[in-house]
């Protein structure tokens, strides 16, 4: 089959890559581009573990053609730090609220948490159930992951008031 040549950003680095047409964005990014953050759960877009950001909205990757991607803007779990030595509040939360349970949903359920802080840094208990209902955590209920959510929130917003005061 003919391969594409595909061009697009993956957490702020420009990749190059050759796929078949019917490559999926996850497979792409896990086999060829090499991030493997991002899990592939029930592969038909159920589940909401392959969760990634394509020009900033959340898409199942595991339901998006690769191809679709070009010119694209990607971000992946693995893109969410500011910087090598930081943590993005999220992932600081999930830490100290041990909300990462067994880990294969924690990708895209941060990746889906991001974009309802973003949007809105202080939600509702029921915001964030509405936000986080394509995400599907199998190992148990969901009560640290809405604290760690509430936490990281907090601290977003108080990150984003302290910036405007100064």
Sequence with gaps: ???IHLEFSVN???R???VEGYRSLLDTLREEVGLTGTKKGCDVGDCGACTVMVNGQP???CLMLA???QGAEVLTVEGMQPNPDEL???Q???MEHGASQCGFCTPGILIMAKHLLDQNPLPTDEEIRFGLSGNICRCTGYT?????IRTAGKRMAAAKAASVEA
Excluded: R
């Excluded at 640290?144 to 760690?148: R, S």
């Design 59 to 61: 898409v199942n990757a």
């Design 144 to 148: 640290k992951i809405f604290d760690a």
């Design 12 to 14: 702020g680095e420009q």
């Design 88 to 90: 993005h509040p999220l």
């Design 92 to 94: 600081e939360a999930f």
């Design 16 to 18: 190059s890559v050759l």
């Design 67 to 69: 191809a679709e991607a």
């Design 1 to 3: 089959m003919k391969k």
